[in-house]
DNA sequence: GGCCCGATTGACTGGTCAGTCAGCCAGGCT
DNA sequence: AGCCTGGCTGACTGACCAGTCAATCGGGCC
């Protein structure tokens, strides 16, 4: 078999193995043994690729936010601000749609966990809320959105409504059909959008 | 001394302390004996009084959010409904307002913890999104809001952006003076319905 | 005084886990 | 063959803490 390969291929079989199960019983009542079960693999073994139990929620999150941040920095600015709000929505809605587990692993354990695990990561956090704002702020300069309404308000209620959806998906509280899916990017900029620009 | 109260005192003491430590470090890092130590009272006098720790948690949750329910509930038919998305709005940023530490554990440890806290409070939550739903759907009914934004979308997308807000605020990533809290309500609301109403 | 009873105390127990460690095994190299 | 290396194993330990309980306190009442 091959040599070079298996420790790699372990190392990324836990990681896949600890979403599923933190998403199943959450960060604090997973035990390592119980990711180490789903792995396939020898409790001791999780300690050879990880630090800690936290380490691996810090390497999910990051992957994953990373991917977020540069998404929002790379949308061109001479993009209309509406669609790049739009690109950051959809971004996050597709996200949650190919891996509804991950997503939902470090929406409920890190992002709005900020009083215990999230503090480590507010820094990058509150970064994806700069980079929103900026958007806002050059729709204002624009003249495309109304500037009577704070850019970092304005950040933080499209955030907000976007995790919110998100959540509601996730414990079940509105449908997730694929056609939700579709439509939820467009609604909550529709909503927000709508909301910021001048009549 | 009065004779009848002071068990009465000791408990709102212990529940009060609990409040503090709770938004203090978070839950799940709170000892009993810590609670004990900020109320001033023996380890063992907590559980003649609760029958745990989690009880304490369940009660400060279920003592504000019917309260928040009751307020929804409570605005009335005939006012229009971008006043009573209004005083929804207000009623949880004046409840942050006189009682920050309070509304920062019912949102971080219940709220926003549905996957393991909040998970016995769901029914509470959902509540109060399709409250806020209805209210959306009346408006929908009366005409004054466009009726191709789903209902129970808007309803999260609102509550969400309001909750958003509120955790900036907790975790001091846009200032909160009170001039802030006496337009934040207002804002949002307008950020909302101003996507809402047909144009 | 003597009894009763609820409030109050804090030492102790039982159970749970994160993280450690001593060693095993397989396959490559000499 | 014999050695070495590093992935891999899982029993074990040390710390932590929620919840228990036997004992004490104090005030009302006879």
Redesign the interface.
């Known amino acids: 078999m091959a040599q070079a390969t298996p420790a790699v291929d372990k190392r990324r079989q836990i990681l896949d193995a600890a979403v599923r199960v933190f998403a199943r019983q ?1 960060f ?2 997973t035990r390592v043994s119980d990711i180490a079960d789903e792995a396939g693999v020898a409790y001791g073994l999780v300690y050879h690729y990880f630090r800690s139990k936290d380490q691996m929620l810090n390497e999910l999150f990051s992957e994953r936010w990373s991917l977020l941040l540069a998404t929002i920095e790379e949308t061109d600015g001479d993009t209309p601000p509406r669609e790049r709000m739009a690109a950051v929505a959809g971004f996050i809605v597709d996200s949650y749609r190919h891996d509804p587990e991950l997503m ?1 692993v470090i929406i ?2 890190v992002t ?5 695990f999230g503090r480590t990561h ?1 820094p990058e956090i ?1 970064n994806a ?1 700069e980079l929103i704002a900026e958007i806002v702020a050059e729709g204002q300069a624009q003249g495309v959105f109304r500037d009577d ?2 850019a ?3 950040s ?10 998100l ?2 998906w ?2 079940d ?2 449908p997730s059909g694929s056609q939700d899916f579709d439509r ?1 990017a467009d ?2 900029v ?7 620009e001048p ?1």
């Open positions: 959450g604090h009542s939902k409920v354990e709005r966990a900020a009083n215990s507010l509150r809320y309404i704070d970092n308000f304005a933080l209620s499209f955030y907000g409504a976007i995790e919110q959806l959540s509601g996730i414990f509280l509105i939820a609604l909550v529709e909503t927000i959008c709508g909301g910021l009549r």
